[in-house]
């Protein structure tokens, strides 16, 4: 965790800017270099912005339990394992990649929730009739 931590403060430290290049003959001129600086800028920030907001990366204090079914939690266990021994990433766990899974804006928008109806009907069923 400390890794991590030190990788997020270097993130936050300011850049140096540099200086701006003067406008020669056959170069884009100020606002051409200036619109595109400002594009790229506003790109890396839509980018680094999740990691540099402290509410994005903040793991909860005490673990949260969920019910999932026996499917599931094999599948968990085996992208652990994959990671581990594909990646070489020893230190994955099924947190990690349950949030790494989850952590997803395309998840939680109001369709994709609706594509989950049918899942989420059956799964309450199930649990009402206890198989």
Do not use: C
């Not at 430290?13 to 790229?40: F, Y």
């Amino acid at each position: 965790m400390a890794d991590y931590t030190q990788r997020m403060n270097l993130e936050k430290k300011p850049k140096k800017q540099a200086a701006p290049l003067p406008a020669q003959k056959g170069s884009p001129d100020r606002s051409t270099e200036q619109s595109i600086n400002q594009s790229t800028d506003q790109s890396i920030h839509r980018l680094t912005n999740r990691f540099n907001n402290p509410s994005s990366i903040k793991v909860m204090d005490k673990p949260r339990g969920f019910y999932i079914t026996e499917q599931l939690n094999k599948r968990i266990d085996e992208a652990v394992r994959y990671y581990q021994e594909t990646h070489n990433l020893k230190k994955v766990d099924r947190s990690i990649v349950v949030t790494a899974l989850l952590d997803n804006e395309a998840n939680w928008t109001e369709e994709t929730l609706d594509l989950l109806l049918d899942r989420i009907l059956n799964q309450l069923t199930s649990r009402l009739t206890n198989r």
